[in-house]
Nanobody, 122 residues
Framework: QVQLVESGGGLVQAGGSLRLSCSAS????????VAWFRQAPGKERDFVAA???????WYADSVEGRFTISRDNTKNTVYLQMNNLKSEDTAVYYC????????????????WGQGTQVTVSS
């Protein structure tokens, strides 16, 4: 049974940093595509960043240069380092994974975590 568990969310002031973690059981991240999505109240779930099996990365334009996705194979954990946070980054952040190629579409990911809240105060 696959389980993804996010952690690291919280309240931070604008300009600050947070690092989200996503740990997995039942799958090995190095053999799966992994992505982060976020969903603000009343809005759709949006793509944030993705990491392929070969370690290629994609980012949404809104976070390019501020967020970094990475993977620690020894811990089977994926991270999202978020710097220079802005109020518009406030959302629930979800980790997602799939056997297929990386994609920006949430519909293409089979496995999801429960989400972690990130709140950026201005």
């Amino acid at each position: 049974q696959v389980q993804l568990v996010e952690s690291g969310g919280g309240l931070v002031q604008a300009g600050g940093s947070l690092r989200l973690s996503c740990s997995a059981s039942g799958l090995i991240f190095s053999t799966y595509s992994v992505a982060w999505f976020r969903q603000a109240p009343g809005k759709e779930r949006d793509f944030v960043a993705a990491l392929s099996r070969s370690s290629s990365t994609w980012y949404a334009d809104s976070v390019e240069g501020r967020f970094t996705i990475s993977r620690d194979n020894t811990k089977n954990t994926v991270y999202l380092q978020m710097n220079n946070l802005k109020s518009e980054d406030t959302a629930v952040y979800y980790c997602a994974s799939d056997r297929g190629i990386i994609t920006r579409s949430a519909a293409n990911y089979d496995y999801w975590g429960q989400g972690t809240q990130v709140t950026v105060s201005s």
